[in-house]
């Protein structure tokens, strides 16, 4: 089975950093995502890592380590917009199942 | 980028009727297209994956008579609700990856989910 855990709530200032947590047990590993959804609204792409390291784009960016089953979600400067869950999702098996955490919600203040 | 849509965005319907729900890739062929569904405060479950021009893969727990997916085209899937109950009221979404990706290795574009309400 599979075993994704991530902080269930999280609030940060706007203009902050905020890094948000994913731990992960699974086999077959192939890859992590983070996706951002807004309250009622369908998931959008956020970044992909399937290797180990820092990957960045713009005022986020998402990091791997596949030994330790970890990722993590880094968000600077922070906007008010940006309050949303984000959510955590593997990829393992031969046909590329993707299983989401159950999503961090960001509250982003003033 | 790529776009996927999905038809209704919203649908309230009798107890009993069956409800079709429609996914399109606007712009690439999607060889494979996920369903999921998502209850109020919790995660996006998995429903099925679907191969265009094959039977769908159920997840466990998820009944493929009363979920019926036809992925008939490179651009468009359907799923349908047979026999609608008030516990199916959900958010539907489905994802599509394109031809020439490997199956989730590349982004999965969602589409913006249907909102289905059953009386």
């Known amino acids: 089975g599979q075993n994704i855990d991530q902080p269930t709530e999280m609030t940060a200032t706007e203009g902050a950093i905020v890094q948000i947590n994913c731990t992960y047990q699974?086999?077959?590993?192939?890859?992590l995502f983070w996706y951002q959804q807004h309250a009622g609204e369908a998931p959008t792409f956020l970044s992909y890592?399937?290797?180990?390291g820092l990957e960045e784009k713009g005022r986020f960016s998402s990091f791997l380590s596949r030994s330790k089953g970890y990722s993590y979600l880094l968000l600077k400067e922070l906007q008010m917009k940006d309050s949303a869950s984000y959510l955590c999702?593997?990829?393992?098996?031969?046909?590329?199942?993707?299983?989401f955490g159950i999503g961090t919600k960001l509250q982003v203040i003033p | 980028g790529a776009v996927v849509s999905q038809h209704p965005s919203r649908v309230i319907c009798k107890s009993g009727t069956s409800v079709k729900i429609e996914c399109r890739s606007l712009d690439f062929q999607a060889t494979t297209m996920f369903w999921y569904r998502q209850f109020p405060k919790q995660s996006l479950m998995l429903m099925a994956t679907?191969?265009?021009?094959?039977?769908?893969?159920?997840e466990q727990g998820v009944e493929k008579d009363k979920f019926l997916i036809n992925h008939a085209s490179l651009t468009l899937s359907t799923l349908t609700v047979t026999s609608a109950h008030p516990e199916d009221s959900s958010f539907y979404i489905c994802s599509a990856v394109g031809r020439g990706s490997l199956i989730g290795a590349d982004t999965q574009y969602f589409g913006p989910g249907t909102r289905l309400t059953v009386l």
């Open positions: 999702a593997v990829v393992s098996g031969g046909y590329q199942k993707v299983t």
């Open positions: 679907s191969n265009e021009g094959s039977k769908a893969t159920y």
């Open positions: 890592n399937v290797l180990d």
């Open positions: 699974t086999s077959g590993f192939n890859g």
